[in-house]
């Protein structure tokens, strides 16, 4: 239990610090960014959503889900290491999928398969 806990702070707090981070760079008034937290079902989400000039923006930025012990990385809109950031706050290599990386392509990915 106290990994899994570790582990959901590891994504929240990375995904926390990328929006204090980011602010201001890239985001307008009109433009929001949510971190979405489930930890019942272990599922962690960044969404934007919001209008910038006559284009409405609605979607993930990152997409986390934790299962059997595991932090899948389902999606990463950026340019951002998250796996650097994620070892850094004591998450193992080995307990890190790159889910939307390939199933035969992971074997590869120095990280988790599943």
């Known amino acids: 239990m106290e990994k899994l806990t570790r582990y959901q702070d590891a994504v929240i707090n990375f995904m926390r610090r990328y929006v204090a981070e980011t602010s201001q760079e890239i985001y307008h008034d009109e433009v929001q960014r949510r971190v979405l937290i489930d930890r019942e079902n272990n599922s962690f989400q960044l969404l934007s959503s919001g209008w910038r000039?006559?284009?409405?923006?609605?979607?993930?930025?990152f997409h986390f889900d934790l299962i059997d012990g595991k932090?899948?990385?389902q999606c990463n809109n950026t340019e951002r290491e998250i796996v650097d950031e994620l070892m850094a706050d004591g998450v193992?290599?080995?307990d890190i999928v790159l889910g939307f990386v390939a199933p035969a392509a992971r074997a590869f990915s120095g990280f988790a398969v599943a």
């Open 71 to 73: 932090i899948w990385i």
């Open 53 to 61: 000039g006559n284009h409405y923006l609605f979607g993930p930025i």
């Open 92 to 94: 193992d290599r080995q």
